[in-house]
């Protein structure tokens, strides 16, 4: 664990759902107007009413503080640490640019490179201790299928979200 922060787990788990939730509300903050734009925007029919979103990403963003805390609680790397940072910020940064900023094909661009992310933070983590791995994977497999309703979508609303 010499590669690691110390701390106590209990503060542990506080600081890393503290990390985890504070980027997801760097999110949310470029959705605050999500819900009028997303159902005004054109979808496909396989699309998911707007109220699923939160509850998906709420029980998402869970997951990944736990798998990150039970990772760190087993000795892993800062660079694994790190790599779970990046990948926050990148899952960040789509909601910018798809909601606040109507950027859809930077927006895709951001989710492939965050769907590379999740893996490689996945991977590190699996590395740790498989259940931390583990617990990513269906943040990835929602990260997946939005990534194709991203390229649906922009494609589907080229005046809105760019060509």
Known sequence: MSN???MHPVAGFVAWMAVTFVAAAAGAAASVDAAPFYA???RPSWAPPSG??????T??????GVAVWWAWRHGASRRVLGLYVVQLVANALWSWLFFA???GAL?????????CLIVATAVGLWRVRPLSGALLLPY????????ALNWAVWHLNPAVLGA
Not at 52 to 57: A, D, K, Q, S
Not at 107 to 115: G, K, N, Q, Y
Not at 140 to 147: N, P
């Open 140 to 147: 990835l497999a929602w990260v997946t299928f939005a990534s």
């Open 4 to 6: 690691t922060i110390r």
């Open 107 to 115: 927006a895709f661009v951001d989710i492939l490179v965050l769907w």
């Open 52 to 57: 699923l979103f939160g509850p998906v990403w």
């Open 40 to 42: 005004a925007l054109v």
């Open 59 to 64: 029980l998402l963003y869970a997951l990944m």
């Open 101 to 103: 900023w109507h950027r």
